[in-house]
RNA sequence: CUACAAACCCGAGCUAUCGUUCUCCCGGCUUAGCCGGGGGGAAGGAAAGUCCGGACAGCGCAGAGCAACCUACCGGUUAAGCGCCGGCCUCUUGUGAAAACAAGGGAGAGAAAGUGCCACAGAAAAUAACUACCCCAAGCAAUUGGGGAAAAGGUGAAAAUGUGAGGUAAAAGCUCACGGUAAUCUGCAGUAAUGCCGGUUAUGGGUAAACCUUGGGUGCUGUAAUGCCACGUAUAGGAUUGUUUGAGGGCGGCUCGCCCGAGAUCCAGGGUAGGCAGCAAGAUCACGUUAGUAAUAACGGGGCCAGAUAAAUGAUAGUUUAGAAACAGAAUCCGGCUUAUGAGGUUUGUGGUUUU
RNA sequence: GGACCGGUAGCUCAGCUGGAUAGAGCACAAACCUUCUAAGUUUGGGGUCAUUGGUUCGAAUCCAAUCCGGUUCA
């Protein structure tokens, strides 16, 4: 596949089966505004990272607001995304990933960049335990 | 010229790069699909609140009674409405000597069917006699008893139709005159609500956003409705109950009637949580003409304008208006109402200032 | 997407149906008791009854709209 900065529906982590397992039964570490689900998968999927984003209604009544911060996300990631499905396709494995925002205040662009620079890489560290 | 208020209009445009979704065309492949290229469409005036009304679908194309709920001046408009338009009555404010005019509000049927309630104060708060007044009786007298009488009495939100005259023991719509209010009848104007002139009757406090009465209306549930396809498990286990002596059901609260009827309820455990239709051409949109005071309707030729399903419009940089737009994101679809909202524009009203 | 409930003192609630004093417990403050503290006793402060409007002589209570919080169905 070529390296895009794409994300399209392939991408989308959308079952809600694997959305229970993945909450019920990931391994999950946070840096701040944003937690990361994340877990290896066995059956085979069409697409080796598929990733979900989200906001907690309660922290944002707004619908408008949600939709900011789950595009800000979506596009961060997508921006940012190649070193880390590289790796996985290298080492022959499948992943779900679910990037949940837990801040309280509407994020900027730059600074949820940088913490999703950075989450991503811890999640290339941990991607063998 | 400026400040404020109200109503209406508008709700951003362009360029570059990287991306999302739907759809059409072309090409390819390992052809229910995927990949590549190209074209086109892609949130709102409120998409919101869910406050009304429909369309559509299912429930037996739901039968009777009660209950419950909604509604309430008149006419028009509409698919429909608690919406909108026009009118009537009424209240408030302003101007005015008045008549009237202007602006704004009105859940605007019935209190003369019945029941309830009306704190404190006050004699009394609704079949009014405490004080004072008048008459009769008793008593030397103070006074006591019986009756008449709503004309006077601090109060109170509200006190029994106002003024004047007659009348009387004292009084009283008891009678009369001029009024007020309500009901009703004739005539006139108006489709009607209603208004005006005249007559008759009454003079009964308020409250129906207290119960209620009267007129009118409502079957219920909602697109996760509903119809279909695919996949999968346990045709297993326990308890209670029932099979013509009828469990249970027919998606509304109760009763009745009618119909179906061999399973029903609970416990523990297991499975699925995919796809297609519904689902995007319509009470449609803008324009014009005609009818109408208007809401709105009819006609004409023209346009096609989101369709997702963890859920699509974004990010970065520059630029323009005007200041790195405010409120804010479709989820079955429409018509309204209500609320939120940046800058600018138009109109109307009020105030101030300057010039003539 | 639909349906329903609530908002009263710093906190938890009553009062609302049936209209006229805003109240209880905890907490807080002061005094008494005690060598001191706790406990106990007595007293006190503290409320735009979510907001706005309407009905009424009078509204926490009735009605309407709005805001906020919560529950529930599939």
New binding site residues.
Partial sequence: ??A?????????????????QL?AKGKSFSVFPVKVFYMPMSETM?HPVKV???VSA?NF????????I???L???Y??NKLSLNALVETKQKQMAV?FLYIGKELP???LL?EKMQAALKRLEENIDR
């Fill in positions: 596949m070529a895009t900065f794409s994300y399209n529906k392939k991408e989308k982590l959308k079952s809600r089966k694997a959305l229970e909450f069409d979900g984003v989200g309660r009544k707004k619908a408008t607001d949600r939709n900011r789950k595009r800000l979506r596009e961060s997508r921006l679910f900027e662009y730059v960049t």
